[in-house]
T-cell receptor, first 115, second 112 residues
Framework: DARVTQTPRDKVTEMGQEVTMRCQPILGHNTVFWYRQTMMQGLELLAYFRNRAPLDDSGMPKDRFSAEMPDATLATLKIQPSEPRDSAVYFCASGLVVGGNAEAFFGQGTRLTVV | AQSVTQLGSHVSVSEGALVLLRCNYS??????LFWYVQYPNQGLQLLLKYTSAATLVKGINGFEAEFKKSETSFHLTKPSAHMSDAAEYFC??????????FGKGNQVVVIP
């Protein structure tokens, strides 16, 4: 059963620490998305990659967030330094995007709490 | 910018009653449309999608949605609510630029 795997599921960290979230997309998918979910803002697109190349990261605070795909089986989202306002659930999703049909399969998320 | 509107953050429905969740999109360009469901502490799961093949789309768990271009709508329905339908439901749109934009979501509560 193919699925998107995210680690860790939960992370509690102190303000100022570096946080790294990892995602293993579904094999064969060409697009990876990072979303952030909060009560106030709902689901926000942070960044997405196509064939491992970043297509759009305009949703990310550039000074502290970075997203990479070192290889086809791993996507990472880093926050350095972390702040309490970064507390949220971060979702990775992958999809086989053809002709603009951006159907996405979601992981179970990383719940980040910055204290 | 592409966007979807979902009205009413919380929707209460009696068990066995019709579930109706409204979604309107903003564009004159036919989009790709999706409905996702999120159960507590889970990721989003695709319920159904519209990709211009048919205006009435059937999804999982007895849900269906109808694309109405004249109303720019893609409302989600289920004839008879079940307790297991309690979850949050998101409408999403893509206009062919690989971006998937989500509505604010509807939290569905099923009353026994």
């Amino acid at each position: 059963d193919a699925r998107v795997t995210q680690t860790p599921r939960d992370k509690v960290t102190e303000m100022g620490q570096e946080v790294t979230m990892r995602c293993q997309p579904i094999l064969g998918h060409n697009t990876v998305f990072w979303y952030r979910q909060t009560m106030m803002q709902g689901l926000e697109l942070l960044a997405y990659f196509r064939n491992r190349a970043p297509l759009d990261d305009s949703g990310m605070p550039k000074d502290r967030f970075s997203a990479e795909m070192p290889d086809a089986t791993l996507a990472t989202l880093k926050i350095q330094p972390s702040e309490p306002r970064d507390s949220a659930v971060y979702f990775c999703a992958s999809g086989l995007v053809v002709g603009g049909n951006a159907e996405a399969f979601f992981g179970q998320g990383t719940r980040l709490t910055v204290v | 910018a592409q966007s979807v509107t979902q009205l009413g953050s919380h929707v209460s429905v009696s068990e066995g009653a019709l579930v109706l969740l409204r979604c309107n999109y903003s564009s004159s360009v036919p989009p790709y449309l999706f409905w996702y469901v999120q159960y507590p502490n889970q990721g989003l799961q695709l319920l159904l999608k519209y990709t211009s093949a048919a205006t009435l789309v059937k999804g999982i768990n007895g849900f269906e949605a109808e694309f109405k271009k004249s109303e720019t709508s893609f409302h989600l329905t289920k004839p008879s609510a079940h307790m297991s339908d309690a979850a949050e439901y998101f409408c999403a749109v893509s206009y062919g630029n690989n971006r998937l934009a989500f509505g604010k979501g509807n939290q569905v509560v099923v009353i026994p």
